[in-house]
Each structure stands twice: as structure tokens, then as C-alpha cells.
């Protein structure tokens, strides 16, 4: 068997979420079936983690073992064959070592939220932004979210049906900015917990109108009580930007 190393980008909006369930249909699923076209047989495609449904992904990694040894770039263009016309994109497809895992070998994961504070409705990006129709202070929500990094017990921003073993978790980086007509949400971690980054945004949210303030947030947080959480922002916005192996580039763009 030849283990391959996949980057892939995909609207979430059509998907139950990356993993494989008999609710609907998944992109682990979408995947897995176009490598059985493409290898002649079953084959489990394993993601480095798992996005919720409606959250989009820039460049999810994941790999897959195929009995044929072909070059990295035959294999991804015959999954982007395989995979019409769902909204699903191999960007890239390299040889792995045998021990490499898409989960278990990141060292870090990035996810990008982006907001829009308009009025008007969205026609373009509808399913793709979080439309706040009010005006966003993105300074304060970057000040409110710069107390996130560290190590710390994140029991308010964890969803009640997390199944992580500890809510304590690390934030390697955080910011948030404005870009043009958006503001934008980058957070890095090696894992996160479950809905944490929907609920660190809807918080911030709280922040950027001026419902709270940034003792208000950093008060939350310490009340490591999820009934302190904001909003949980919806999944729209969300999307998972980038997972790094080793060796990993020490600071981001």
C-alpha cells in the first residue's frame, strides 16, 4: 500500500461535517468514495480532525493508503474527477511515510472566522461570512481575545457535548483584525476543544458591540462556566485555514 498525504479545501455548507455519519452526507465520505473509484476498493480516508457541519475548510489535511503507486499529482486529479460535483477540491497529493497521520503527526492547527459588520443582507457570501448588522469594534475584540492565549481551563467556551477528557487546553496565537470590509478571527492551537472557536467568537462579538467589555470577557473566562459563554457564532463563518507537520514554520504570515 501506498500512503498518500492530501490538502483539501471544501464549502461545508452541503455537509453534516468532515466525519463520516448516516445522517447526511460527509466529506470523509465524499472522499472515501472517490478513492474506491480511483483504487478499485474500500479505503478510509482519516482527516487531522473533524469540522461541524456548515464549517468550511481552506486546507484540511488528511491521507489515505491506495494499493496503486501512482505520482502525488495523477492521484489528485483523479479524486477531483471522482469528487464531482460535490464542492470538494484535492489541492495537493504527495507520497507519506509509512507513520505518518493526518491527526496524531500535526503539531498545529489554524482556523480563520470571518465576520461582516453590514446592514444589508449578503448575496455573495451568504454561508461563507457571519453578517453582524451592527458596527464591530475590532480592537476591542482583539484586546478581549489576546487574554486567551496561554494555557487555561476553557470549560466556558467548550460546548456542553464536548468528549474531550479536560477542558484545559493551549492557544498559541489569536488576533483579530480588520481586513477591507471584514474582520477576521486567527486562531492557532495544536487541538481545540469541541465548538471552541464558535463560541470564543460569539463572545467576541459581545465585545466588538459593546455589550461587554474586555474585563467582561476576561471574567468569563475565569468563570470557567459555560453558562458564562456568549452566543455561539454560527458555523459560517468558520474555517479551518491551515494544519502543520514537522518541521513546522515557527510563525505564520
Known amino acids: 500500500m501506498a500512503r498518500y498525504k492530501l490538502v483539501i479545501e471544501y464549502d461545508g455548507g452541503p455537509f453534516v461535517g468532515w ?3 448516516t445522517n447526511g452526507p460527509s466529506v470523509q465520505a465524499a472522499l472515501e468514495r472517490a478513492a474506491e473509484k480511483l483504487d478499485g476498493g474500500p479505503r478510509e480516508v482519516y482527516g487531522a480532525g473533524r469540522t461541524d457541519a456548515g464549517v468550511h475548510a481552506l486546507a484540511m489535511a488528511a491521507h489515505v493508503d491506495l494499493e496503486k503507486d501512482l505520482p502525488g499529482d495523477t492521484v489528485r486529479d483523479a479524486l477531483n474527477h471522482h469528487l464531482k460535483p460535490d464542492p470538494v477540491a484535492v489541492l495537493s497529493a504527495e507520497p507519506a511515510a509509512a507513520d ?6 500535526a503539531v498545529r492547527r489554524g482556523y480563520l472566522y470571518r465576520f461582516i459588520d453590514r446592514r444589508p443582507p449578503l448575496a455573495l457570501d451568504r454561508g461563507r461570512v457571519w ?3 451592527v458596527p464591530l469594534d475590532a480592537g476591542a ?5 489576546a487574554c486567551l492565549v496561554g494555557t487555561h481551563d476553557f470549560t466556558t467556551f467548550r460546548d456542553s457535548q464536548c468528549q474531550a477528557d479536560s477542558p484545559v487546553k493551549s492557544l498559541d496565537a489569536i488576533s483579530v483584525t480588520r481586513e477591507g470590509a471584514e474582520i477576521h478571527l486567527r486562531v492557532e492551537a495544536i487541538s481545540f476543544l469541541h465548538r471552541q472557536i464558535r463560541s470564543i ?3 467576541l462579538v459581545e465585545v466588538g458591540t459593546g455589550k461587554w467589555s474586555v474585563a467582561d470577557f476576561r471574567a468569563a473566562l475565569e468563570a470557567a462556566d459555560r453558562k458564562a459563554c456568549g452566543p ?3 458555523p459560517d463563518g468558520l474555517y479551518l485555514a491551515f494544519v502543520d507537520y514537522p518541521p513546522a514554520p515557527a510563525v505564520r504570515p
Open 201 to 203: 467568537a460569539g463572545s
Open 19 to 21: 466525519q463520516r455519519q
Open 232 to 234: 455561539v457564532a454560527p
Open 100 to 105: 505518518f497521520h493526518a491527526r496524531f503527526s
Open 141 to 145: 475584540m482583539d484586546a478581549a481575545a
Open 131 to 133: 453578517r453582524v448588522p
